[in-house]
């Protein structure tokens, strides 16, 4: 490719490219009859680090840099992993937090939450193991997840370029989600992300002024009551309250080393104050 090539193909990528989102949401915890699965094929892990291996071979370093942050305020991701390979080959990205000032350039909308919501987005399943369930079983371990560490989230929110049919799809006939607000999303380069100035509608939700987690309003927009779509949400023997917890955790972020703020900061072998690598700390 040519210099001059490159640096349109640059330009062309900090053009803000914009896309309708429609914003979705369902209660928590899901609900017992819906359990489903992927197959032995695969199996399920929740990440709350950014060094996990499987993570790293699937994003890129810049990605996980970029979401440390975010991951030091309760970010997770669910990952598929596939047996056979050992390899992820699903994930879907949630924080439990609102993001902060800042978090766009990361890669973060602009959502806010209430105390009891949470918000998935990058949902994504590799092409070669599509319609096998994965997308959805992911939905159930995020539930159980969320159930095992997060037990206060009553909502869920999740989102979808309307555009894209298969996300829809699964969001509405499968996640059981049902849309609250639409807005404008704007994506500069590779990470950086946004909300279109007043392109919420309407304007009471997760990405307004005004919504739940402003505390002027607890009612969840939308939810269905009656007909075939109402169901007993909120469930207390739901799914996700199993009372065998077989989840595979990977939670070994920032304890590798000694506890830095030791009084007595350990020694390494050359004598100098220890490092994460020069003593690997023992649980
Ligand atoms: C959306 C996506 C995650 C679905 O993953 P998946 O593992 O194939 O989903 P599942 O096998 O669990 O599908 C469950 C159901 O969702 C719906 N669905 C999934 N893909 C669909 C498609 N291409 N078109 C229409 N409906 C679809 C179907 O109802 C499906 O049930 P069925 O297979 O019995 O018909 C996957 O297609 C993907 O990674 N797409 C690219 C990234 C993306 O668009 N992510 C969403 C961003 S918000």
């Given at each position: 490719m040519s210099v001059v090539n490159k640096l349109k193909g640059k330009v062309e990528n900090l053009k803000p490219r914009v896309s309708e989102c429609a914003i979705v949401v369902r209660p928590l915890p899901?609900?017992?009859?819906e359990i489903i699965s992927a197959g032995d094929d695969f199996y399920f892990k929740i990440v709350?680090?950014?060094?996990?291996r499987h993570l790293v071979a699937l994003e890129p370093a810049r990605r996980l840099e970029l979401m440390k942050g975010p991951f030091a305020r309760g970010a997770l991701v669910i990952l598929a992993i596939h047996k056979p390979t050992d390899t992820a080959i699903g994930k879907m990205w949630l924080v439990s937090e609102s993001p902060v000032a800042g978090d766009g350039k990361r890669g973060l909308l602009p959502i806010q939450l209430a105390k009891d919501e949470i918000f998935l987005f990058d949902l994504w399943v590799h092409k070669d193991f599509r319609r096998n369930a994965v997308g959805i079983t992911m939905a159930y371990e995020m539930g159980a997840a969320v159930d095992q560490?997060?037990?206060?989230?009553?909502w869920v929110y999740g989102y979808a370029h309307v555009d894209n049919e298969a996300s829809m799809q699964l969001m509405s006939l499968v996640y059981g989600m049902w849309t609250v607000q639409t807005m404008k999303e704007y994506e500069i380069g590779d990470y950086h992300v946004g909300m279109v100035?007043?392109?919420?509608?309407?304007?009471?939700?997760?990405?307004?002024?005004?919504?739940?987690h402003s505390g002027d309003g607890f009612q969840m927009p939308g939810?269905?009551?009656?007909?075939?779509?109402a169901r007993d949400y909120?469930?207390?023997?739901?799914?996700?309250?199993?009372?065998?917890?077989d989840a595979v955790i990977s939670d070994d972020w920032m304890w590798p080393?000694?506890?830095?703020?030791?009084?007595?900061h350990p020694k390494g072998s050359d004598g100098k104050p220890a490092t994460p690598e020069t003593l690997p700390r023992s649980m």
């Open positions: 899901l609900i017992a009859d709350f680090d950014p060094t996990d560490f997060f037990p206060e989230a009553r100035p007043n392109s919420d509608s309407p304007k009471f939700g997760p990405f307004s002024k005004r919504g739940r939810r269905p009551r009656s007909g075939d779509t909120h469930h207390r023997e739901g799914f996700a309250r199993r009372t065998v917890n080393g000694p506890e830095w703020f030791d009084t007595e």
